[in-house]
C-alpha cells in the first residue's frame, strides 16, 4: 500500500516553455503533500507543502510564480515549472503522507528534468 | 525544526553490519525519527521509523537511547545493492514540514 505515482519520469523541453509534473497517492488520500528539488550528488531541497484544497507554502528562496503548485484534490497535485530555463535543470521528486503520527513520506519516482 | 547531523559517507564490504548514527540534539518531545534510502535517479524509500528504545523490521534496526539525541541504523550483513543514500529525518506530527539533511553515501564494495 500507500503507492505514489509521479509523472512524467523524465522531461525534455525548450527554454521558456512550461512543464507540468504530476504526482498522484494511489491508494490512499494524501492529506499533505511535499515537492522536492535535488541536483545531483545533493540532498534532497524542500521546495514547498500543499494541503489539499488551499494554496501550497513555499520554502524562503523558491519562486512560487515559476513553480506553480495545485493540490485540487486528496489525490493528486501537480507542480508546473513556467517558463522553464537551463538552470531549471533538476531532479523533481514529490511525496505524501497520510497525516499520520510520525509523518512517514512515501515518495514518486521521480522526474528529470532537462531545460535546452 | 531539529538539525540533523550524519557521516557524509561510509565505506563497507559485502556481508558487514553497518551502523550509521544520526545526531538531533534538538528533538523535540513529539518528533519521530526516521530513515530513509536513495539510489540514484529514484525516489527516497522508507527504511524504518521509531521514536524511542529500539525498532526492528525486516530490513533494519533502529537504535535510540533514552535522551534520544542520536539514533543509530543497523543494516545486518549488507550487500552490494544496500549502497546507496541514508538519511536521517526528525520531524512528524501534523502540519510539519519535512526537511532532509545531506545524508550519509554507503559504499558496499566487493
Known amino acids: 500500500g500507500a503507492v505514489v505515482s509521479q509523472h512524467p519520469s523524465r522531461v525534455i523541453c525548450k527554454s ?23 541536483f545531483p550528488k545533493k540532498s534532497l531541497m524542500l521546495m514547498a507543502t500543499s494541503n489539499e484544497g488551499s494554496k501550497a507554502t513555499y520554502e524562503q528562496g523558491v519562486e512560487k ?19 522553464a530555463h537551463p538552470e531549471d535543470s533538476s531532479f523533481y521528486i514529490c511525496s505524501a503522507t497520510l497525516g499520520q503520527e510520525g509523518g512517514k513520506l512515501f515518495f514518486g519516482s521521480g522526474t528529470q528534468l532537462s531545460v535546452l | ?7 557524509i559517507s561510509m565505506d563497507s564490504y559485502e556481508g558487514q553490519e553497518v551502523n550509521i548514527t544520526c545526531s538531533h540534539n534538538n528533538i523535540a518531545t513529539n518528533d519521530y525519527i526516521t530513515w530513509y534510502q536513495q539510489f540514484p535517479s529514484q525516489g527516497p ?5 521509531g521514536y524511542k528504545t529500539k525498532v526492528t523490521n525486516e530490513v533494519a534496526s533502529l537504535f535510540i537511547p533514552a535522551d534520544r539525541k542520536s539514533s543509530t541504523l543497523s543494516l545486518p550483513r549488507v550487500s552490494l545493492s544496500d549502497t546507496a543514500v541514508y538519511y536521517c529525518l526528525v520531524g512528524g506530527g501534523y502540519g510539519q514540514n519535512f526537511v532532509f539533511g545531506p545524508g550519509t553515501r554507503l559504499s558496499v564494495l566487493p
Open chain 1, 16 to 38: 521558456g516553455t512550461s512543464v507540468k509534473i504530476e504526482c498522484r497517492s494511489l491508494d490512499f488520500q494524501a492529506t499533505t503533500m511535499f515537492w522536492y528539488r535535488q
Open chain 1, 65 to 83: 510564480d515559476k513553480f506553480l503548485i495545485n493540490h485540487a484534490s486528496l489525490t493528486l497535485s501537480t507542480l508546473t515549472v513556467t517558463s
Open chain 2, 45 to 49: 524509500r522508507f527504511i524504518i521509523q
Open chain 2, 1 to 7: 525544526l531539529a538539525k540533523t547531523t550524519q557521516p
